[in-house]
């Protein structure tokens, strides 16, 4: 018997093939947030995002950044959309061809939020001047 690879190593980051099924995972849950398919009257017209979609090595858990379109999604929703993470998990499983059905997490997605605090930071004029270019005189 040959021996076996050895295992791969957690911090280089996802494999390609848990990118490629997360992706997966990610376009049908998309899908079935545009045809809006919810018994559950906080997600009726529920304008939800999927951003992203991180897998477990396993496969058997996904967690779904989602965010509303431009604005955080109320609690209500979030809510809502746990519930709801049953009768999605099925879904994505007739969606999506998988060993196991994987269990669906879903968190806010705060990326957008990131970007604008780090973006306020670098329009002050503290850091404006930092980055600005040098000065003739040879002063800094």
Known sequence: MPPRPPHRDPAAGPSQRQLRVAEEVRHALAALFERGDFRDPELLGA??????VR????????TAFVSGLGRDVPAAQFAALRRAAPFLRGQVARAVRLKYAPELHF??????????????????????????????????
């Open 47 to 52: 304008r939800i995002t999927v951003t992203e």
């Open 55 to 62: 897998a477990s090595p396993d496969l058997r858990h996904m």
């Open 107 to 140: 968190q806010p997605d705060t990326a957008l939020d990131h970007a604008a605090r780090m973006s306020a930071l670098l329009r002050r004029p503290e850091v404006a001047r930092d980055l600005g270019p040098p000065r003739e005189d040879g002063e800094e």
